[in-house]
């Protein structure tokens, strides 16, 4: 009489992750071997027909059973290896001089690195992975150095959370230096196993510039192109936002530190319409303006991939894409708000 089969068991969480090795593109190959087998062995299947379905062995098929029973999803991870080890002095010099790149470059390579210390690049790369030190990236920053930063700060912070009554709040802002590229070949559309393609070299073909009022309320726009940035092309906006509001409503401007915002003709402008209000956003802040999200956007879906042959195109372009965008989700109710 044969031996019954000994069927493993599982919580239902572990199965679930099982399944998700199983089939997630991320994980290994040794990783997705090691998940089939124990779904196989969980599903009744004796260990020499989970090796034969897998095209395995039993002794492997077996090993990662027993270990899986012993210690769960634990027990399919890879033992340490048992070759000789990098001496702490070594994996010491490898955390400690990570920051003191050799003379003439600005950073350690795992392979300089694993020359200068004497250990393998495998080993450079273990030590620092698990060290959570990537001397490969570099994060840019920029401190505020605005003496009203925190007045400001909430100022602007308020009017997202809490935006005040019969008025609209708008997120104001200019692109400047939106060129027309005319890219020198032909590109190719994306298709299966080949990304779109696009030349690295261009022929310019002017610039302009894009005038943006963001409603941060409704995610709608208030948009002008221009040639030119300078407060007669800013104060043409501000009449446009004049024309195209409600009268019976104030509006709240938020907008950066620009000197044509301040220009003094923009101030006489704004003392004979008083229901324009002012906010402006710490220096080096500009990520409190909401409209900079969308100008991101714009950069990395319209401008950068287009290829105009004339200004005018870039122009055309430009003011559907602005005026059509996809409502922006409101700060205050996390869902978009339709007029």
């Not at 003496?147 to 802002?173: H, M, N, Q, R, T």
């Not at 104060?235 to 620009?258: A, G, M, S, V």
């Not at 003392?271 to 950069?299: G, I, Y």
Request: hydrophobic fraction near 35%; proline fraction near 6%.
């Amino acid at each position: 009489m044969a031996r019954p089969i000994k069927r493993l068991q599982a919580e239902p969480g572990v199965v679930a992750e099982l399944r998700r090795r199983s089939r997630a593109s991320t994980s290994t190959v040794r990783e997705r071997d090691r998940a089939d087998m124990i779904l196989l062995r969980l599903d009744g299947v004796s260990v020499t027909e989970a090796a034969v379905r897998l095209k395995s062995t039993a002794k492997r098929v077996s090993t990662w059973s027993k270990r899986f029973e012993e210690h769960g999803l634990d027990g399919l991870e890879d033992e340490p290896g048992r070759g000789r080890k990098p001496s702490a002095s070594k994996v010491q010099r490898v955390v400690t001089e990570v920051t003191r790149p050799p003379k003439g470059r600005k950073r350690w390579s795992v392979r300089s690195m694993g020359r200068h210390a004497g250990v393998s690049h495998s080993t450079v790369q273990r030590v620092w992975s698990k060290n959570d030190l990537k001397p490969h990236v570099t994060k840019t920053f920029k401190l505020s150095n605005d003496p009203s930063f925190e007045e400001k700060f909430w100022d602007v912070i308020g009017l997202y959370l809490a935006p005040p009554l019969k008025a609209l709040v708008l997120c104001c802002d200019e692109k400047s230096q939106c060129q027309a590229l005319e890219r020198t070949q032909l590109s190719l559309p994306l298709a299966a196993k080949r990304p779109r393609t696009m030349t690295h070299d261009y022929k310019r073909h002017g610039t302009i510039t894009l005038f943006a009022a963001l409603n941060a309320l409704e995610g709608r726009l208030i948009t002008r192109t221009e040639k030119r940035h300078t407060h007669v092309e800013w104060l043409r906006f501000l009449k446009q936002i004049d024309r195209e509001t409600p009268k019976d409503l104030d509006i709240h401007l938020i907008q950066d530190n620009y000197a044509t915002h301040k220009h003094a003709k923009v101030s006489a402008w704004l003392k004979r319409h008083p229901r324009f209000k002012m906010h402006f956003t710490p220096t080096s802040s500009s990520w409190m303006n909401l409209v900079e999200r969308f100008f991101a956007d714009l950069d990395a879906d319209v401008i950068r991939p287009a290829a105009s042959h004339r200004l005018a195109n870039s122009s055309a372009t430009s003011r559907p894409i602005s005026t059509t965008a996809t409502p922006i989700r409101s700060p205050t109710s996390g869902e978009p708000r339709a007029r």
